[in-house]
C-alpha cells in the first residue's frame, strides 16, 4: 500500500521537520520519504486544508470489554472508536469475563487484536479476578505482553497487598495504575459530596475518599521505591499531593480526564446518567484545578477513561445508571477547544505541540514503551488531523458500539482526520 500526504504540518519536537509543511510519501507501512513536494503516485493520497500530523498518539485508560461484556464494545469497535479518535495504541483495562489476571488472556487480547488498525495493549490485573485478595502473576502476564498493572475499575483496597504489589513489580520495572477511590468511606455514593448532592437528594461520595487513598499511595511509594500512576485525578488536594511526591523524587505520575476538565457537579441538576463517571464530578474549585493541571504541565497525561455502557444501563433512574461514558472519539474536540482559548504556550512549546506531548510522547515514556518518529526509514505511526476544524458532535460519527457521552450535540474544536499505523489506515 501507497500512501501519500500532502502538505501537512508536522508537529514533533523531537523531529528535525517539526513545525514545517511537508509531503509525507509511505509505502508497506515505511515512511520512504518527506519532502516540500513529492510526486510519487499512491493508491491514497490525503490532503485537507490546515492538515496536521503528528506522532500516534496512545490512550492510557480505555475499557473493550471483550472477553465477556461484548454488548458494550469489541476489541473490533473499540479499535475503531480509537482510530476515529486519532489514537494509535490504546491500554486496555482487564475488567473483562474473565477479568485479564493471567498469561494466557492477556495472550487472547493480543492475538485477537493483531489484525486492527490499532494497536492494543492489555493490562494485566495486580490481583486474581481483580478482587483485591490474592496477587495475580504479575510477571508471566509480562513476559506475554501486559505493559502495566491495575484491577482497573476495582481500585485496590488493601494497603498490605498494594505493598506487596509495588515490591513484585520492583523486580522488572513494572508500573502499577490505580483509581484513587477508598470504597469503605460512604460506598453508596452516588455523585460528589457536597452542596449540589444535597440540593439534588443524591448520596454524596466525599473528596476525601480519593485524596486519602492517593497520600496512602504515595506512602507506599515512599517505602518501596516502585513507580505508580493515578488515573483521573479529580481534586484539587490531590493534585497538590501527587505535585509534592514528585518534588520529593518519588516515581509518581497522574493524568486526567477531558470530563473531570469540562464538568462539575453543577452539571448534574439534569441528572444526567452519562455524567455519572467514576471518580464523580467534583467542585467547580475542584474542576477548575483539573483544567490547570491540564495547562500548567502538571498533569503528565490525558486518559479518556472510555468506558462504554449500553443503552440499558444508562438510560434509568440516575441510582441505578452504571458509572462511565465513551471518550475516545471526543477526546482531542474536548480539549483543544480548551486549551487552544486558554494558551498560547506552555514550557516555551506552542499549545499544539504541547497537546501533542501529553497525548502521544509522555504516556509512552510513562510505560516505557517506543516513541515512534517522524522521519525517513520508519515504521508509520501517525495522527491525522485539522485543528482550526470546528464541528457539532453527532451520534453519527461514533464507532464505539456503544453510544454514552455527553458530548452529542456540543460543538467542538480540531478535527481527527485519520491514522496510518504501519500498513494499516482508517479515515473519517
Excluded at 475488567?95 to 486492527?116: A, D, F, M, R
Excluded at 483509581?179 to 455523585?191: R, S, W
Excluded at 482531542?332 to 499544539?352: K, P
Excluded at 451520534?395 to 491514522?419: H, Q
Aim: aromatic share 8%; glycine share 8%.
Amino acid at each position: 500500500m501507497k500512501v501519500l500526504i500532502k502538505q501537512a504540518t508536522i508537529v514533533n519536537s523531537s523531529s528535525p521537520f517539526n513545525g514545517q509543511q511537508k509531503d509525507i510519501f509511505i509505502h508497506d507501512g515505511i515512511i520512504q520519504l518527506i519532502a516540500d513536494q513529492i510526486s510519487q503516485k499512491a493508491n491514497h493520497v490525503i490532503e485537507q486544508a490546515g492538515l496536521h500530523v503528528s506522532i500516534g498518539w496512545m490512550d492510557t485508560y480505555s475499557h473493550f470489554c471483550d472477553p465477556g461484556y461484548e454488548y458494550r464494545e469489541t476489541l473490533e469497535t473499540g479499535a475503531m472508536a480509537a482510530a476515529a479518535g486519532g489514537f494509535t495504541d490504546v491500554l486496555v483495562l482487564p475488567n473483562t469475563n474473565p477479568v485479564v489476571y493471567t498469561k494466557s488472556q492477556v495472550e487472547y487480547i493480543i492475538q485477537k487484536s493483531k489484525s486492527l488498525v490499532v494497536n492494543i495493549h492489555p493490562l494485566g490485573a495486580v490481583t486474581k479476578n481483580a478482587a483485591g485478595a490474592e496477587l495475580a502473576e504479575m510477571y508471566d502476564m509480562k513476559q506475554s505482553g501486559a505493559v502495566a498493572f491495575t484491577d482497573g475499575t476495582n481500585s485496590i483496597q488493601s494497603p498490605g497487598l498494594l505493598l506487596k504489589a509495588l515490591q513484585y513489580v520492583l523486580a522488572f520495572d513494572g508500573t502499577i495504575v490505580q483509581v484513587a477511590d477508598d470504597k469503605t468511606i460512604n460506598p453508596q455514593g452516588l455523585m460528589n459530596e457536597g452542596i449540589i448532592s444535597t440540593q439534588l437528594g443524591l448520596p454524596g461520595k466525599p473528596a476525601i475518599a480519593e485524596e486519602i487513598m492517593i497520600a496512602r499511595d504515595i506512602e507506599l511509594v515512599k517505602y518501596t521505591g516502585s513507580k505508580i500512576h493515578f488515573t483521573g485525578i479529580s481534586t484539587k488536594k490531590g493534585i497538590e499531593l501527587i505535585n509534592k511526591a514528585k518534588a520529593d523524587g518519588l516515581q509518581v505520575s497522574f493524568s486526567v480526564t477531558p470530563y473531570h476538565a469540562v464538568f462539575c457537579d453543577e452539571d448534574l441538576a439534569a441528572y444526567d446518567t452519562n455524567l455519572k463517571v467514576n471518580p464523580p464530578l467534583r467542585t467547580r474549585e475542584d474542576m477548575l484545578a483539573v483544567r490547570a493541571a491540564l495547562f500548567n504541565g502538571e498533569a503528565d497525561a490525558i486518559a479518556s477513561h472510555h468506558i462504554p455502557q449500553n443503552d440499558d444501563s444508562k438510560v434509568c433512574e440516575f441510582e441505578y445508571a452504571k458509572y462511565g461514558m465513551i471518550g475516545l472519539e471526543t477526546l482531542f474536540g474536548v480539549v483543544w477547544a480548551m486549551v487552544n482559548v486558554e494558551l498560547a504556550t506552555v514550557n516555551n512549546q506552542s499549545a499544539i505541540e504541547y497537546l501533542i506531548d501529553k497525548l502521544a510522547v509522555s504516556p509512552r515514556k510513562i510505560f516505557g514503551l517506543a516513541l515512534p518518529e517522524i522521519k525517513e526509514g520508519v515504521t508509520a505511526s501517525l495522527t491525522l488531523f485539522t485543528p482550526a476544524t470546528e464541528f457539532v458532535f453527532d451520534e453519527t460519527m461514533i464507532a464505539s458500539k456503544s453510544k454514552n457521552t455527553p458530548f452529542i450535540g456540543r460543538p467542538l474544536k480540531g478535527k481527527v482526520i485519520g491514522i496510518v499505523n504501519g500498513n494499516k489506515k482508517h479515515l473519517n
